[in-house]
């Protein structure tokens, strides 16, 4: 990662060499995505943050008059806040130290998002992108600074309320544009991926990794769903997707879940799939079913590998319900249960209202250009939202 590259040297050369490269990279991409992790969830709350910054700081200066005045002398106890009366008579340093905290959480999560675009410039050979994440970065310098010296004054009560006043709205001012600025950085990155071309990664088993799909489904008497998907996880990889509606929590669910085989149920019955796919490489699968007779098929890589009937008979998936990929929901949109929680990779989850024929599935399987979207849920990154440290990356499956 920290291996320099000249303007006019191999980048291939200089990131991968010997033999070991494939394995290198791997190494690099899975210490990136445990960086990006860590940070995600300061990145999630970036602006709610620079909301609070305001009120921080305010509450910090009225801390300070109090603790100054006479009357407070005597006992700092039971105060708005919550802030104690040092005990040896000196001011509080606590809600400076909470300011800077705070700040400095906001300064460190823009930091980061800007060396995850130096390292994407990096790697894409984008001159732009690079000269903008210096100039971007130039300002968090400078703001660090100003921040830092406005902490010292409140903390050494050296202030006037009208140029603190006015200095807090500069700085909230310069956290707003550099989140924006930012933002429509990653913003332009993405668009230079098709919408569909994109994969979701959950790499740790918690009960708050997730992500949720914007729109519900409708009543249907048949459907099939398809993704591909990649898990080494042990035991069971988990659940890839869940719905629940209203009085039923387990109105269409995919679990693989401890030494069981991957099972697909429906209104709570279940039927156990023959699939084979916790070897950590991408799989297609694509499962099919009617409630007439509640007959089921279970495709695996475009090709069948089980069926059956009776699973749910004449029962209709019912609508307006959520739809989560990644993990199993209890009650309606939550009750997540670590132990339940999908490890691993997820892409293209399509959905339609009918059964596929096996050539759509095996269209779908071999990346064909004739494959369809789902007309139920299509696959697009406009249609996801994701929680939690859950994370997006370029989908590659294909391609390989």
Known sequence: ICTSVPLDGDMCAATAPGTGSAEELKSTVLQLRETVLQQKETIMNQKDTIRELTAKLGRCESQSVLETSPAEKGGGAGRKGGFSKNTMGDLSRSPAAETLSQLGQT??????????????????????????????????????????????????????????????????????????????????????????????????????????????????????????????????MGTPFSYAVPGQANELVLIEWGNNPMEILINDKVAKLPFVINDGKWHHICVTWTTRDGVWEAYQDGTQTGNGENLAPYHPIKPQGVLVLGQEQDTLGGGFDATQAFVGELAHFNMWDRKLSPGEVYSLATCSSKALSGNVIAWAEANIDIYGGATKWTFEACRQ
Request: net charge positive; hydrophobic share 30%.
């Open 107 to 236: 300064l460190q999560s823009l930091k980061t998002r800007l060396e995850n675009l130096a390292v994407r410039a990096l790697m894409n050979s984008s001159s732009q992108t690079n000269n903008l994440k210096d100039i971007l970065q130039n300002k968090i310098d400078d703001l660090e600074r100003q921040v830092l010296s406005r902490v010292n004054s409140l903390e050494e009560g050296k202030f006037n309320p009208k140029n603190e006043s006015e200095e807090r709205g500069k700085i909230e001012s310069t956290l707003t544009s550099l989140h924006q600025r930012i933002s429509d950085l990653e913003k332009g990155q993405k668009d230079n991926r098709p919408p569909d071309r994109f994969q979701l990664t959950f790499p740790l088993r918690t009960n708050y990794m997730y992500a949720k799909v914007k729109k519900s489904l409708p009543e249907m008497y048949a459907f099939t769903v398809c993704m591909w998907i990649k898990s080494s996880a042990s035991p069971g």
